[in-house]
């Protein structure tokens, strides 16, 4: 961290060399470490018992903090940059070979602009392997879309074998791998029935009608209850209609079929759940899925649904995404609507689809963009668009135009050589296939990145939780949610406002990254799936070590990673 030390009366103080002024050549790589324990069954349950006791518990938290540099960062040093409260974007200049969108359109024509700007369907796709094994292959949206047409299949049909795997993999799995948290057959029955009606009066109402989505515990989705990943929160909070985002892909034709298992209230990146069942990777049943979208990964990388909803503020779709082999999209803050999240007051939090592959992606990004109106105003977002795959030749000159940022020590800070080596694989694939070019970066403050994510994304969750925590709710978490709003509840104003001091300085040295370079490259996470402890399924587990091990295409010893690729805002 660049800093210089100042006299201030008796004290010498850390001040920070404005970010503007930072000389990225002589940066050197310092991603810090993570110093917490990992705790699970009785050891946590008593550390719990502590860390909530009064006087006691703020002397634990004080000490655990202390090797993580925290009062340091946040109390001892001077952040010259003034605070950035909400993320604001620079003005984007419109790209080559982009399809705008109309954000103030409907969700259907949305979708028919994305689908136009893919390549041409090939039915005869369809019956070919995709390489994993000779039995088993992601059906696209567009797949689903063309059968229907066709009368190959219809949504009734499809839709009784979707309930039987359901009810397999939420009953009859051994060992249990839970991934709806509320399902009613009878209800994806009438939906299937609807869609079914409209192929046959041969008026869809758009190509993702009749496809079938799993919606995260904590995004509405009426008549669901959204408890968060908790046996309580829909007792103190009802859901009487859908999240903008999901009325807008029901307007789609969209088929819902529940609510998908998660971490509880997103507060742990493993995707443990005591309270309905810990969720297992579809790839290998004794790992995690990685969280805090749990269930909406390991539902579409199990085949069963085409696509999911899940939430991420820091890596919650992302990290799952990437642990279970499919795709994964965190959106521009904004770009969607969040209203009917249980965290729709924040800063960091968005709604984000996952699917098995980016072309699915596109299609459902496009049904639910769309600003709510206080962001139009106070972000201003740009117009959407998405690329214009629709010829080879088009997509080949996108592709090829791209600068990808690769920061060699950061890419190269894995737990398993098998993870950089692969990403880097990809690297060169798109290199030697398509022409583009790789370019090296630095990117400064690592550490501080996390801290200032760490302060704001807790503060936020804190005050989302608190007034639903009175009369014991909020012993009715599970312990490692109590762990963490422990942490929280240490923060101070003081905290937050340095936290939003280093948000702008991380942003400042993003945007200066992006004048050089289209998107910056790193694995996803740095480890495979963790292997889910026996002790941790009943009481759970704490282990923000595992949080830590950040920056998944290809498998390891039958877990999933991957490439995470950052741009500008869109």
């Excluded at 604001?88 to 689908?115: A, H, K, N």
């Excluded at 997103?266 to 990777?281: F, I, K, L, M, V």
Aim: charged residues 20%; aromatic residues 8%.
């Amino acid at each position: 961290m660049p800093l210089c030390q100042v006299e201030m009366g008796k004290k010498k103080k850390n001040v920070m060399l404005p970010a503007n002024q930072v000389d990225l050549t002589k940066v050197k790589y310092d991603p810090g470490e993570i110093e917490a324990p990992n705790l699970s069954g009785l050891w946590l349950r008593i550390f719990v018992m502590f860390i909530e006791m009064p006087f006691i518990g703020p002397v634990i938290v004080a000490y655990l903090k202390k090797p993580n540099k925290l009062q340091e960062m946040l109390r001892e040093t001077v952040i010259p940059e003034p605070p950035m409260f909400r993320p604001e974007f620079p003005p984007q200049e419109q790209e080559s070979g982009v399809v705008c969108l109309i954000e103030d359109g409907t969700s259907q024509d949305r979708v028919d602009s994305s689908v136009r700007c893919l390549p041409q369907y090939d039915p005869a796709s369809a019956s070919r392997s995709s390489g994993l094994t000779p039995s088993f292959r992601y059906w696209k949206i567009r797949d689903y879309a063309y059968s229907y047409r066709s009368r190959i299949t219809t949504p009734v049909r499809v839709a009784e074998y979707v309930i039987s795997a359901i009810e397999e993999f939420n009953n009859n799995k051994k060992p249990p791998t839970p991934q709806l948290v509320s399902f009613n057959a009878e209800d994806v029955r009438k939906q299937a029935a609807a869609s079914t009606q409209r192929f046959e009066e041969g008026k869809p109402l758009s190509a993702l009608d009749g496809i079938f989505m799993a919606i995260k515990d904590d995004i509405d989705c009426y008549p669901h209850p959204s408890k968060g990943g908790t046996i309580w929160f829909d007792e103190v909070r009802t859901v009487d209609k859908d999240a903008v985002c999901v009325s807008r892909l029901r307007s789609c034709g969209v088929i819902f079929v529940g609510k998908a298992n998660m971490h509880e209230f997103g507060q742990g990146t493993t995707g443990n759940n005591p309270n309905n069942g810990t969720t297992r990777n579809p790839h290998n049943a004794e790992r995690y899925t990685g969280g805090s979208s749990s269930g909406p990964a390991a539902i579409v990388a199990s085949g069963i649904c085409s696509a999911a909803l899940g939430t991420d503020g820091g890596g919650s779709v992302r990290i799952p995404s990437s642990l279970c082999g499919v795709v994964g999209l965190k959106t521009t803050f904004g770009r969607t609507d969040i209203k009917g999240a249980l965290y729709d007051g924040g800063t960091l939090e968005i709604i984000g689809p996952i699917a098995s592959s980016v072309e699915d992606i596109m299609l459902v990004y496009a049904a639910i963009l769309g600003a709510s109106p206080a962001d139009k105003l106070s972000l201003n977002p740009s117009i959407p668009c998405l690329p214009d795959l629709s010829s080879h030749h088009e997509e080949s000159s996108i592709l090829g135009s791209m600068r990808l940022g690769k920061y060699t020590e950061w890419f190269n800070d894995v737990f398993s050589p098998d993870i950089s080596t692969k990403c880097e694989d990809i690297l060169n694939l798109l290199s030697q296939t398509y022409g583009c070019k790789v370019v090296e970066v630095t990117i400064p403050e690592l550490h501080q990145t996390r801290t200032s994510h760490l302060v704001s994304i807790g503060s936020e969750a804190l005050a989302a939780l608190t007034p639903h925590c009175q009369s014991g709710n909020d012993k009715k978490f599970t312990l490692d949610t109590r762990t963490n709003l422990a942490l929280f509840r240490s923060f101070t104003a003081s905290d937050y406002v340095a936290a939003q001091r280093l948000r702008r300085r991380v942003m400042y040295y993003h945007m200066e990254i992006f004048k050089t370079v289209d998107v910056i490259v790193t694995p996803t996470t740095g480890m495979t799936a963790p292997l889910i402890s026996t002790r941790a399924l009943e009481m759970g587990e704490t282990n923000l070590k595992v949080t830590d091990h950040r920056p998944p295409l290809g498998r390891s010893y039958n877990s999933a990673f991957g490439c995470c690729m950052r741009g500008t805002a869109f």
